[in-house]
């Protein structure tokens, strides 16, 4: 797998640190997600949609003290990341 930037998930930034991404079942790195979105092979709200995955992270960007407005900007490109592309 090639290394993204980013979650193609939630669009969390992912460094290049290994602890922030998710992992697959057998306990290896995904490159694709974070840690936050996927862990032991599974979406941990593999029930969202785009709308609710948007929403839950204005909500976490809120609780770490960025204004509403510039979360709603940072959210934006949510449906353009992989895990949304078809839906």
Same mark, same amino acid.
């Given at each position: 797998?090639?290394?993204?930037? $980013? &979650?193609?998930? /939630?669009?969390?930034?992912? #460094? ?16 694709? $997600? &974070?840690?936050? /979105?996927?862990?032991?092979? #599974? ?45």
């Amino acid at each position: 797998m090639s290394q993204n930037k $980013y &979650c193609q998930s /939630c669009g969390v930034p992912l #460094k290049d640190d290994p602890e922030r991404r998710g992992t697959e079942a057998n306990g290896s790195r995904n490159d694709l $997600y &974070c840690c936050y /979105c996927y862990q032991k092979g #599974k979406f941990t709200y593999p029930n969202f949609t785009v709308k609710e995955m948007q929403d839950f992270c204005v909500t976490k960007l809120v609780e770490m003290k960025f204004p509403k407005w510039v979360a709603r900007i940072m959210v934006r490109n949510i449906p353009k990341l992989e895990r949304w592309k078809n839906n």
